[in-house]
């Protein structure tokens, strides 16, 4: 059973940085594409980063790219997303997942077949 838990979210100033952590359980990085995304209150889920399976390098949205840093810890089977430089705007519920069967849309929204529960990031001006 794949099981994703999402932590590190919380309250952070304008300009601040967090980073969260994502552990994975019942998959493996090599099969898997895994990444970060996120949802705003009224808005639709977006995708934010992913690494995708046998890319060479992740894939970045440009809302964030420069901002954010994701990496791994394949030993820990383990995600992170590092967010430097935060904004009003960056304040959502951030979620892991898991696109079982990656494709080139490794990152999309819709492809995710696995989700972890969502941590609040709330960034105040």
């Known amino acids: 059973e794949v099981q994703l838990q999402a932590s590190g979210g919380g309250l952070v100033q304008a300009g601040g940085s967090l980073r969260l952590s994502c552990a994975a359980s019942?998959?493996?990085?090599?099969?898997?594409?895994i990444g970060w995304f996120r949802q705003a209150p009224g808005k639709e889920r977006e995708e934010l980063s992913c690494?995708?399976?046998?890319?060479?390098?992740?894939y970045y949205a440009d809302s964030v790219e420069g901002r954010f840093t994701i990496s791994s810890d394949n030993d820990k089977n383990t995600v992170f997303l590092e967010m430097n430089d935060l904004k009003p705007g960056d304040t959502a519920v951030y979620y892991c997942?898991?696109?079982?069967?990656?494709?080139?849309?490794?990152?999309?929204?819709?492809?995710?077949?696995?989700w972890g529960q969502g941590t609040l990031v709330t960034v105040s001006s």
């Open positions: 997942a898991a696109d079982q069967l990656p494709t080139a849309d490794y990152c999309s929204v819709r492809h995710q077949d696995y």
């Open positions: 019942g998959l493996t990085f090599d099969d898997y594409a």
């Open positions: 690494f995708g399976v046998n890319e060479g390098t992740p």
